[in-house]
């Protein structure tokens, strides 16, 4: 239940065309979604739900309490946290059954210590520089130490830099992966590079890999200009609350930044930069009965203003992205990209899941 009017439409089953398009590109690999982050600002409980009804068992996210939040709905899948764990939470990823990114000499004499079975996947730094380890033979000897422990190795794992570009990083990174696979004493289950863009525009560079990590294009973005086959997942949506008249000379909003130049009618929304539609969004439009019109004035934490026509009434819907306005342009005029557009939504801002979208 939620009471003001403003919400993010999450579109099922454009979610799932959109696996399933992926899929079918990178077959016989297995998909990992990679739902941190709330999914991207999407709702990571019900993403999964989502796509276990559709057959997956396997999911990553960044942080251990994002996979402790998905543990305590589903017992039954495995989940990877890609991003840092510190030595005092083997236990909780024992207690959960999480598996988690092991990538430094640190934490690996940890785990090296540890009493009972862990599982994990390595990370090999191939140059990102972010996580991961920095030469084959810190994997190589590591990977026999563990040989002789309780501990469980899933996978290895790198993560692209320049997914979206082939260039010489790039090529760079998939030779020092391979290389890598040539030289281990041993193949764990799983070996996975790709990303989205990756996956979709070079997966046949990765015949030495069996798994693939959907982010992005999950959700139906790409920071691609070929977007064909996916669909945006998500619309950020509110309705018009109020109209009022501005006279000329007239202003609206915090420090009486836009002033009316004639006789104007001004629509407010019940949605701020405290929802995610930051203040940077000033320079923009909205979608109202499939037009486009301008906001006005500076954003307040919970309201916006649009400049509005006389068609336009109280209890109008308003769509801020993802109709005639898409992600894509939001991220531009913000100088951004699409991910961090639908990553800002913020928690209060209700997500409401729908069917039927897509045909």
Request: glycine fraction near 6%; aromatic fraction near 10%; charged fraction near 25%.
């Amino acid at each position: 239940m939620f009471y003001r009017p403003t919400w993010a439409e999450i579109d099922v089953d454009a979610l799932i065309q959109n696996y399933r398009y992926v899929k079918n590109k990178v077959h016989p690999k297995t998909i990992i979604p990679v739902i941190k982050a709330n999914a991207y600002g999407h709702g990571a409980i019900e993403v999964m739900k989502a796509l276990v009804h559709e057959g997956v068992r396997f999911f990553a996210v960044s942080l251990l309490e994002e996979a402790i939040e998905l543990r305590k709905e589903n017992q039954e899948i495995e989940i990877l946290i890609l991003g840092p764990v510190l030595p005092s939470q083997l236990a909780l990823c024992e207690m959960h059954h999480i598996q988690f990114t092991l990538y430094d000499q640190e934490l690996a004499d940890e785990v090296l210590r540890y009493p009972r079975t862990l599982s994990f996947h390595l990370k090999y730094d191939t140059g990102m520089h972010r996580y991961g380890f920095t030469s084959e033979q810190e994997v190589i000897k590591l990977m026999d130490a563990m040989m002789n422990t309780p501990h469980q190795l899933i996978g290895i794992f790198s993560h692209f830099a320049t997914a979206n570009e082939q260039n010489d990083l790039f090529f760079q990174q998939i030779a020092k992966m391979k290389s890598l696979m040539e030289h281990l004493p041993y193949l764990p289950p799983m070996i996975h590079l790709s990303n989205s863009s990756s996956s979709l525009r070079y997966e046949d560079h990765f015949d030495f890999t069996s798994h693939v990590r959907l982010g992005i294009s999950l959700y139906g973005l790409s920071l691609d200009e070929d977007k064909t086959g996916l669909h945006p997942v998500m619309k950020l949506k509110s309705k018009v609350v109020q109209v009022k008249s501005l006279h000329p000379g007239e202003t609206v909003g915090y420090g009486a930044t836009y002033q009316a130049k004639e006789v104007e009618r001004i629509a407010i929304l019940p949605i701020g930069y405290a929802d995610g539609w930051i203040r940077r969004n000033k320079t923009g439009m909205v979608e109202i009965r499939g037009q486009r019109y301008k906001i006005v004035g500076i954003i307040c934490m919970d309201a916006c203003f649009i400049k509005v026509d006389d068609s336009i009434e109280v209890g109008d819907e308003v769509t801020l992205f993802g109709g005639l306005i898409s992600t894509d342009e939001v991220a531009r005029r913000l100088s951004t990209i699409n991910y961090e557009v639908t990553c800002l939504v913020g928690a209060r801002v209700p997500r409401c899941y729908t069917k039927g979208g897509i045909s």
